[in-house]
């Protein structure tokens, strides 16, 4: 294959997803969500514009799951020219003495443990000339009611830029960028009734945030 690879965790919709198709003009995709639809939908555009995607239907808390993507992906093509993380849980707005035990463990599941495999696994493959790139949420932290989000989406951006300091020198490059508020169902569970036609459109997120990167 004479493209490079690109890795999309969390590609099925939002900004995962028109990432996955911004990058499909230059690399293979293989794409990981938990919504089989959803990718094969994200498939199916990507096609149309002449692009290829590998999916990979699976949940990335699943360490054996991810275990194996990552083996089939060393298989395969060798490695990683660039890893978007995007995979996120957002957790319900409640305050912080009302936080349901069972919401709490889903959202350090998917923001936070989850990255202890993860960066383990898909470091090798990317090696010193790999890119990775993770996504903000600046407002999140520290806002009232949003303690799920708010705390493990930190958490997950701390652990990133950890590694970044880490390997500003040996690579792989690791970004951590802030995306501008867009239409997502994220953000509508957040703010419901918001006027959405102010805010940006993923597609064009997307290009913005891999100009300069890819």
């Given at each position: 294959?004479?493209?490079?690879?690109?890795?999309?965790?969390?590609?099925?919709?939002?900004?995962?997803?028109?990432?996955?198709?911004?990058?499909?003009?230059?690399?293979?995709?293989?794409?990981?969500?938990?919504?089989?639809?959803?990718?094969?939908?994200?498939?199916?555009?990507?096609?149309?514009?002449?692009?290829?995607?590998?999916?990979?239907?699976?949940?990335i808390t699943?360490?054996?799951a991810m275990?194996?993507?990552?083996?089939?992906?060393?298989?395969?093509?060798?490695?990683?020219?660039?890893?978007?993380?995007?995979?996120?849980?957002?957790?319900?707005?409640t305050p912080?003495?009302?936080?349901?035990?069972?919401?709490?463990?889903?959202?350090?599941?998917?923001?936070?443990?989850?990255?202890?495999?993860?960066?383990?696994?898909?470091?090798?493959?990317?090696?010193?000339?790999?890119?990775?790139?993770?996504?903000?949420?600046?407002?999140?932290?520290?806002?009232?009611?949003?303690?799920?989000?708010?705390?493990?989406?930190?958490?997950?951006?701390?652990?990133?830029?950890?590694?970044?300091?880490?390997?500003?020198?040996?690579?792989?490059?690791?970004?951590?960028?802030?995306?501008?508020?867009?239409?997502?169902?994220?953000?509508?569970?957040?703010?419901?009734?918001?006027?959405?036609?102010?805010?940006?459109?993923?597609?064009?997120?997307?290009?913005?945030?891999?100009?300069?990167?890819?």
């Open positions: 294959m004479s493209r490079p690879v690109a890795l999309v965790t969390g590609a099925s919709r939002g900004l995962g997803a028109a990432l996955a198709e911004a990058l499909a003009a230059t690399h293979h995709v293989v794409a990981v969500a938990r919504t089989v639809g959803a990718l094969e939908e994200l498939d199916d555009r990507i096609q149309a514009t002449g692009g290829a995607a590998t999916l990979a239907p699976m949940d699943n360490r054996d275990a194996q993507l990552c083996r089939s992906i060393h298989d395969r093509w060798g490695g990683l020219a660039l890893w978007a993380h995007t995979a996120v849980e957002a957790g319900p707005l912080a003495d009302h936080l349901a035990a069972k919401d709490w463990a889903r959202a350090v599941e998917v923001n936070v443990s989850a990255m202890g495999h993860l960066v383990p696994f898909i470091a090798p493959l990317l090696g010193t000339e790999g890119t990775a790139l993770f996504f903000e949420d600046s407002h999140a932290p520290g806002t009232k009611f949003f303690g799920h989000y708010g705390s493990t989406k930190a958490a997950q951006i701390a652990l990133a830029r950890s590694w970044a300091a880490e390997r500003a020198e040996l690579g792989p490059r690791i970004h951590v960028v802030q995306p501008q508020p867009m239409p997502t169902a994220t953000r509508a569970r957040f703010y419901p009734g918001e006027d959405r036609d102010g805010l940006a459109q993923p597609s064009d997120e997307a290009r913005r945030l891999l100009s300069g990167i890819v």
